[in-house]
């Protein structure tokens, strides 16, 4: 693909992934930071989410799954994993981060499981995406630079 | 991640290469925020975990203007981490959070954050922390002032063993009565309530409710002192857990500051006896004499980490006279600054905690001697000699100061007083300074009462300052004008009635220089709820009537050799501009 393509090609997918809400304001927030010091500070911001995110997740399944129910330490765990959520600005896995927190305060541990497998589901579906718009983003700038 | 723990001072231009300590045990913030705070120019340290951002500002005190945590940490409640921050190194905190319900926030605020940032953040929200920390710096100067006014006040209170006043509630709390007194120029006479942008209660921070603090500080010990503690000993029912939180933050403030102090000026001063006509000037006795305190209270205290106290290791040197007493606080139990001086006739070991930088140790002050000659010296007051020489001079301590005829306010003056009832400067008192021979009669407890006594004392008296506590606290809703006009009449009521208490002893070092300030407008000294109406312009102060005995109708006639003070001694008025504020009263 020629440079021009590819940065068509770059720019439509972000594009795409605001509009279909997958991404919010605090991922242009991001963007502003990346700067010659740190030219890939989106990219690493985002792995070191979902490196980090793993471990949340895990305790969430795990607070879950215990009987009897705590909610208040599900409460919490979720409020950590929404933080987390909201630095790269998941706007979809956070929707469904509030989702969650509804249900635990209500102590609806079905609600809770319901929701978290949408949770998961978002979170994953995100993952792809902003793989492959990286990776786009990457040869459309190896393709300006060469 | 810790990073560089240690910053240099700045050396750009402020805001940039401001010190931020961030502390977030999310990794991805952290680094985000690094970023942002970067981008800021400021110079960034990060920490994933609340005991070593403690850890990490406790081995370097200086080395952070300002912290941000977040509110939710594995190992350590983030406002937890706030009320160490802010007792241990009272440096401004921002607590983040994603959860921004106003429970949190509200709770964030009552801990102490100058700020609660929800997240995600925005770099533009970083942009301005610097604001908070200029203004802490610029707060902190005046709360300073104003303790140690507050804390003269209670010395000399607590010499005069007057009773106790209860507490007000004024409508200010120091922060917004200097704000006031800034706007305003002098104090002032709005509204109470309107000054400050908070709509906290405010709290006036009388000498007797100092007090309750400082008993309670030191009961707990000063190493673990927490706004909860402190405000379950106090036992005092309107008071919140943050007026405790605020003032622990400026009382140790004023002992830090008081070290500095101490390390910088002393020079000889002796104490034994009138320390504070010492040739170091009124500053310089006072440091003296805090030196000493410090020192008692160094030992007392076992400050954490030192950070408050000094470490003067100081002049130890003191003559003798100091040392007594140190050794008598050493005695008092915990640790707390409990200085005795000598003279007092009452000694209340929690007296002088506070302020012992005031006052110097027995000596002084002893407004024990109101009697005519009034060998004390204010050691606080600037009011200037030539002006107190003046004989039974109408007082007018201030020019501006419009009469007030406080009905029922004399009473109150004297109840606070503390010692310095002399500073009220209209010469009334005390002290033997050698302030000229003004002699205002001493108005002894009955002045209290006395309302006629303040419109006997002629009303030319312009009372720019001093308002008692008493004032403050009978009359909540004094008007600062009021109180300042007052003053002069109450000055003399209470001077005399100073006088005749037993405050002589307790040299009113005080550090306010009310009478510095008694050029303008009456100001109050006491912000913290003393309202002693220091605003000492002693140099207007005449003492017309004030002088005459007759004038006095139910105090004794002391006379009150308010002139004597020895206002060289006394602080700088430039010192002390602090006791301005006019009324603390809200």
Same mark, same amino acid.
């Given at each position: ?38 030219? !890939? ?66 102590? !609806? ?38 | ?57 406790? *081995? ?271 005695? *008092? ?9 000598? &003279? ?26 109101? &009697? ?199 602080? &700088? ?14």
């Amino acid at each position: 693909m020629d440079r021009r393509h590819l940065r068509q090609q770059v720019t439509y997918v972000r594009k795409s992934l605001f509009d279909q809400g997958y991404l919010d304001d605090q991922f242009m927030q991001l963007e502003d930071l990346q700067d010659d010091a740190n030219p !890939n500070f989106v990219e690493e911001i985002v792995a070191s989410f979902y490196s980090d995110s793993a471990r949340l997740i895990q305790n969430i399944e795990q607070a879950l799954v215990s009987r009897p129910v705590d909610f208040g330490k599900l409460d919490d765990c979720m409020h950590q994993f929404k933080g987390s959520s909201s630095s790269i600005g998941a706007k979809k896995v956070n929707m469904e981060c509030s989702q969650f927190r509804e249900y635990c305060c209500a102590g !609806n541990i079905e609600g809770c499981i319901r929701t978290f497998q949408q949770i998961k589901q978002e979170h994953a579906t995100l993952r792809k995406k902003l793989e492959n718009f990286f990776q786009l983003a990457r040869q459309a700038g190896q393709a300006e630079t060469a | 991640m810790m990073d560089n723990g240690f910053s240099s001072p700045r050396n750009d231009a402020f805001p940039a290469g401001l010190r931020v300590l961030v502390v977030d045990d999310d990794p991805t913030w952290l680094k985000i925020l690094e970023k942002m705070l970067k981008k800021c120019s400021y110079e960034v340290t990060t920490c994933a975990l609340a005991r070593d951002a403690l850890h990490l500002l406790r *081995e370097r005190k200086d080395g952070y203007d300002i912290v941000i945590s977040d509110v939710n940490m594995p190992d350590m409640d983030g406002f937890k981490l706030l009320e160490h921050v802010g007792l241990e190194m009272d440096l401004p905190v921002i607590m983040m959070s994603v959860d921004g319900e106003t429970s949190r926030v509200m709770k964030g605020v009552q801990h102490g954050a100058c700020d609660y940032l929800l997240k995600p953040i925005r770099m533009k929200e970083l942009r301005n922390i610097w604001q908070h920390v200029f203004r802490k710096k610029i707060n902190e100067v005046r709360d300073i002032e104003i303790l140690e006014g507050m804390e003269t006040i209670q010395m000399t209170r607590n010499g005069l063993d007057l009773p106790d006043d209860g507490h007000l509630v004024c409508g200010e709390d120091l922060t917004s009565v200097k704000k006031r007194k800034d706007i305003e120029g002098k104090h002032d006479d709005k509204d109470p309530g309107d000054n400050s942008s908070t709509k906290k209660a405010r709290v006036v921070w009388s000498v007797d409710l100092h007090q309750k603090f400082v008993k309670a500080v030191n009961q707990i010990g000063f190493d673990k002192v927490g706004p909860k503690k402190i405000l379950d000993l106090m036992n005092v029912p309107w008071l919140t857990r943050e007026n405790v939180a605020s003032h622990l933050q400026k009382y140790r403030l004023y002992l830090s500051r008081l070290q500095r102090e101490d390390t910088v000026s002393l020079d000889g001063i002796k104490h034994s006896d009138s320390p504070l006509r010492d040739s170091a000037g009124s500053f310089g006795n006072q440091n003296s004499i805090n030196k000493q305190q410090l020192d008692v209270a160094n030992r007392s205290y076992g400050f954490p980490g030192n950070s408050l106290l000094v470490q003067n290791t100081e002049p130890r040197s003191h003559d003798s006279e100091r040392k007594g007493i140190v050794s008598k606080s050493a005695a *008092e139990p915990k640790g707390a600054l409990s200085f005795e001086v000598p &003279d007092s006739r009452k000694p209340k070991s929690s007296q002088m905690e506070f302020g012992h930088s005031f006052i110097s140790p027995g000596s002084e002050v002893n407004f024990a001697e109101f &009697d005519s000659n009034f060998p004390t010296r204010f050691s606080w007051c600037e009011v200037p000699q030539t002006q107190l020489k003046q004989e039974p001079k109408p007082l007018h301590l201030d020019d501006g100061l419009s009469q007030l005829t406080l009905p029922g306010k004399q009473q109150r003056i004297q109840a606070d007083y503390p010692q310095p009832a002399p500073p009220i400067i209209s010469g009334s008192s005390v002290t033997e300074r050698d302030i000229g021979s003004v002699k205002i009669k001493p108005l002894n407890d009955e002045c209290r009462n006395n309302a006629s006594l303040a419109s006997s004392i002629g009303s030319t008296i312009e009372t720019s300052h001093v308002q008692t506590k008493t004032h403050a606290a009978s009359h909540q809703a004094f008007d600062p004008i009021s109180i300042n006009t007052s003053s002069m009449k109450n000055q003399t009521s209470y001077s005399s009635c100073i006088s005749d208490l037993e405050s002589t002893q307790k040299n009113i070092n005080w550090g306010l220089s009310p009478f510095a300030t008694l050029d303008d407008d009456l100001q109050v000294c006491w912000v913290q709820g003393d309202c002693y109406a220091m605003n000492l312009g002693l140099q207007n102060i005449e003492f017309p009537e004030y002088c005459d005995p007759g004038l006095i109708a139910d105090a004794p006639t002391y006379l009150y050799d308010a002139v004597r003070f020895d206002y060289e001694n006394l602080y &700088d008025p430039t010192e002390y501009p602090l006791i301005e504020q006019g009324l603390f009263i809200a």
